[in-house]
């Protein structure tokens, strides 16, 4: 095998094995996430002798579970980046959070929380 035939299959094998981009625009892609979960139940086969039907539904459990931590991640950081920076644009909760957690007292063998 010439030294360029064995770098493009690297480059495949390596494109393959990257993961696609599951969430776009705060939307599920659904081809990307079913390829994901293709590549997951290949990766099963090697390790376990469990059906196609059950390598999927595995594949597919852990591709949507991915695709839901990664839509929550770019939400989080879309949230970061539109929080004010400023004092002055802070609401007055994030100056002093102690002020919104509610209070919790302990008399005797009781606990007592209120809202205030």
């Known amino acids: 095998m010439s030294l360029r035939s064995f770098t493009l299959l690297a480059h495949t094998v390596r ?29 099963l086969a090697l390790r376990s ?3 196609w039907r059950r390598r999927m539904a595995i594949g597919l459990r852990t591709a949507w579970g991915r695709a839901k931590q990664e839509r929550t991640d770019q939400a989080r950081t ?3 980046l539109s929080r004010p920076t400023t004092p ?3 609401p007055r909760s994030r100056l002093a959070p102690s002020l919104d957690r509610a209070r919790v007292f302990i008399s005797g063998s009781r606990f007592h929380s209120h809202g205030w």
């Open 15 to 43: 494109a393959e094995n990257r993961p696609a981009a599951l969430v776009v625009a705060g939307r599920f892609v659904r081809s990307a996430i079913m390829r994901e979960a293709v590549r997951l139940a290949r990766q």
């Open 78 to 80: 879309a949230a970061a």
């Open 88 to 90: 002055a644009q802070t």
């Open 49 to 51: 002798g469990l059906s």
